[in-house]
């Protein structure tokens, strides 16, 4: 069995400041790309920043200077610090991880449950 926990989020001030964090656990032999997705109320699920196991990077266009994410790969996971908050950042926050499991072949996606961050004006 393979789970995603997130922790953080919340609520802020637009301006303000959170951090994200995501760990996945049980039987695990490597984990591929991870990254953080968001979905705001009636819109579809949307790509914030991701993450490969080599620290490259992608970002988001909307987020891009303002969200930072990073990754342990020693504790299987993955930070997402947001600075500079606006409203429409407001939405829940999905963590996913491409993981391949001990004797497995092959690499699945996994989801965690989501966490609320909520900006207010």
């Known amino acids: 069995q393979v789970q995603l926990v997130e922790s953080g989020g919340g609520l802020v001030q637009a301006g303000g400041s959170l951090s994200l964090s995501c760990a996945a656990s049980g039987t695990i032999s490597s984990i591929n790309d991870m990254g953080w997705y968001r979905q705001a109320p009636g819109k579809q699920r949307e790509l914030v920043a991701a993450?490969?196991?080599?620290?490259?990077?992608n970002y988001a266009d909307s987020v891009k200077g303002r969200f930072t994410i990073s990754r342990d790969n020693a504790k299987n996971t993955v930070y997402l610090q947001m600075n500079l908050l606006k409203p429409e950042d407001t939405a829940v926050y999905y963590c996913?991880?491409?993981?391949?499991?001990?004797?497995?072949?092959?690499?699945?996606?996994?989801w965690g449950r989501g966490t609320q961050v909520t900006v207010s004006s």
């Open positions: 996913h991880a491409e993981i391949r499991r001990r004797y497995g072949w092959a690499y699945t996606n996994y």
């Open positions: 993450i490969t196991s080599g620290g490259s990077t």
